[in-house]
Structure formats: structure tokens, C-alpha cells
């Protein structure tokens, strides 16, 4: 069993920085990628940024230059560091994996429960 643990949400006013961590753990063999994806009410699901463990990442449009994702393959954690929020980055934020859970394993995503983030003055 894999579980995904997210932290790092909360409130903020506009122009702040928010941090979001991503711990993965139980029945790890490999991780492909990990990332994060953000709905907000009346929303569909988006990608917000995603990272390989060997780093190459792609981010959504309305975040570059503002989010930077990382990868800390040794503690299988992903961290999206946000900076300049702006009012419509409120969503509640997924960590998402793609993870092979044994040698024998072929890759599945795996999602946290997801953290909410308030950009607001």
C-alpha cells in the first residue's frame, strides 16, 4: 500500500508564498514522477507542475515563473514552493505519483488527500 501525505496549506494574501510538501511511502520500488494538481469549486482538476526523478518538469501556463516543483528522490518527497499568489491559485491542491509498488509492478498513479489553499485578502 502506497500512501501519499500532503502539508503546507493555508491562507495567505495576495503577492505571499505558500510551501507544499509531499511525502510518499509504504510499498515503494520505483517512482516515476511526482506532482501536483489543483481544483477549485466548480472546477475541473488541472495540472498545476510535475517532476521525473530525474528531474524534467512541466508546469501549467498561469504558474510559470511563480511555482517551482522538487524532487528529493532519497526522502520520496515533492515540494511545490508558490510564490506571488494571486486569488485565483485558491484550490485545493493534489499530490499525485506515479509509482511501481514492486519489481513486478507496472506503474500507477497514485493521489493525497489534498490541501487546501486560500489566497485572500
Known amino acids: 500500500q502506497v500512501q501519499l501525505v500532503e502539508s503546507g496549506g493555508g491562507l495567505v494574501q495576495p503577492g505571499g508564498s505558500l510551501r507544499l510538501s509531499c511525502a510518499a511511502s509504504?510499498?515503494?520500488?520505483?517512482?516515476?514522477?511526482m506532482g501536483w494538481y489543483r481544483q477549485a469549486p466548480g472546477k475541473e482538476r488541472e495540472l498545476v507542475a510535475v517532476?521525473?526523478?530525474?528531474?524534467?518538469?512541466n508546469y501549467a501556463d498561469s504558474v510559470k515563473g511563480r511555482f517551482t516543483i522538487s524532487i528529493d528522490n532519497a526522502k520520496n518527497t515533492v515540494s511545490l514552493q508558490m510564490n506571488s499568489l494571486k486569488p485565483e491559485d485558491t484550490a485545493i491542491y493534489y499530490c499525485?505519483?506515479?509509482?511501481?509498488?514492486?519489481?513486478?509492478?507496472?506503474?500507477?498513479?497514485?493521489w493525497g488527500q489534498g490541501t487546501q489553499v486560500t489566497v485572500s485578502s
Open positions: 517532476i521525473s526523478r530525474g528531474g524534467s518538469t
Open positions: 509504504g510499498n515503494i520500488f520505483t517512482i516515476y514522477n
Open positions: 499525485n505519483a506515479a509509482i511501481a509498488a514492486t519489481v513486478w509492478d507496472g506503474q500507477r498513479a497514485y
